[in-house]
């Protein structure tokens, strides 16, 4: 008698391209979100090839500190709304930089003094830039 398999190889590959899928949409649109707050030099990294912790990251810069919580109070709006568990929120005392963490895709809204200070695109410089605008005007990924 041969062992069960503990799990099905396609199943997981399939169940792994969906959520990837999942965490691409949720990373354009939290970049739109930013982009509808009026914040510059809006970027998504991919970082599903380079790291484990997560699999997109949202880099927005605003004006000031209530931008900034504007932007992050929409957004934990809307994904309390699709009944997703909300974890705490990073820098929410900071003057400069507050982090969202859902997970699978992290948004970073800073200044622009703390941004360039940190540059999390020359950190993460191996990561691949996501042409959010193309993927959400061409419908390959659609927002609600």
Same mark, same amino acid.
């Given at each position: 008698m041969s062992p069960k398999k503990i799990y099905d190889e396609v199943t997981y590959q399939q169940q792994l391209a969906l959520q990837q899928q999942e965490s /691409?949409?949720? =990373?354009? #649109?939290c970049a739109r979100l930013a982009e509808e707050f009026r914040c510059k030099e809006v970027v998504v990294l991919d970082l599903t090839k380079i790291t484990p912790i997560a699999d997109y990251f949202v880099i927005a810069t605003a004006t000031n500190l209530r931008q900034t919580s =504007? /932007?992050? $109070? $929409?957004v934990r709006k809307i994904f309390k709304q699709r009944? $997703? =568990? @909300?974890p705490a929120l990073e820098g929410g005392d900071s003057q400069t930089w507050m982090l969202q963490d859902f997970g699978t895709v992290v @948004? #970073?809204?800073f200044v622009t003094e703390a941004r360039e200070l940190y540059d999390l695109e020359g950190l993460w410089a191996d990561a691949g830039r996501v042409e959010w605008k193309n993927l959400i005007s061409s419908g390959a990924v659609q927002i609600a």
């Open positions: /691409l949409r949720n =990373a354009c #649109h =504007a /932007l992050i $109070e $929409e009944h $997703e =568990a @909300l @948004l #970073h809204v």
